[in-house]
């Protein structure tokens, strides 16, 4: 049985050339269910009460604080159920949309996807499976513009996710055609093993 969490970052709701992807994708996984997380609807932020809320004891966490942490605490389900996580996202001025780095905040938490030991920390979401599409109107990945690709592995592996791969379809405003047809191709080549 396959679960398959999609993150949606395209503020755009039509015309997305990453959702499109994500569509393809997600058709060639074959889930047996699937959590779909849009984050063009948006999402909350950490403030200076979520994290009182988030550094309160568990148990002593009042109904308020409680409340505080239930969207993070249902993105931190979603991800925990999930055996393979999707995110689609496109580059916005050399990094990810403000949501995309909202739901990152909200799902790194310590005790929850992952803990400090004395030789540091350690991811808690092990044996699960990442793919990463990426696109960008003029940012190739794996230039040196591109601040994506490192930090998304960097916290996917802080929350135990280590098998990762990237679907590249940027620089589409250089060569649209290419990117797209480079993208599909990789989606194309995965299957749910």
Excluded: C
């Excluded at 992807?21 to 047996?32: E, P, R, S, V």
């Excluded at 979520?50 to 993105?75: C, G, H, M, V």
């Excluded at 990463?132 to 601040?147: H, K, R």
């Amino acid at each position: 049985m396959t679960n398959v969490l999609r993150v949606d970052a395209s503020m755009r709701t039509e015309g997305s050339i990453s959702r499109s992807l994500a569509d393809k994708l997600i058709t060639q996984l074959n889930a047996d269910t699937l959590t779909h997380r849009d984050l063009a609807n948006g999402t909350s932020i950490i403030d200076q009460e979520w994290i009182n809320a988030n550094f309160t004891d568990p148990a002593d966490r009042t109904e308020q604080q409680k409340q505080t942490l239930l969207t993070s605490d249902d993105y931190v389900n979603e991800l925990k159920a999930a055996d393979v996580l999707v995110i689609a996202t496109p580059i916005y001025n050399f990094h990810v949309p403000a949501a995309l780095k909202a739901w990152v905040d909200l799902v790194a938490r310590a005790r929850e996807t992952f803990r400090y030991t004395e030789t540091g920390p350690v991811g808690l979401l092990k044996n699960k499976k990442a793919y990463i599409i990426v696109t960008s109107g003029g940012t190739a990945l794996q230039s040196e513009y591109d601040f994506v690709t490192a930090w998304l592995t960097h916290i996917l592996s802080f929350i135990g996710i280590d098998d990762v791969t990237y679907v590249d379809a940027s620089a589409l405003m250089m060569n649209e055609d290419e990117a797209i047809s480079r993208a599909t191709s990789a989606i194309n080549q995965i299957s749910n093993t």
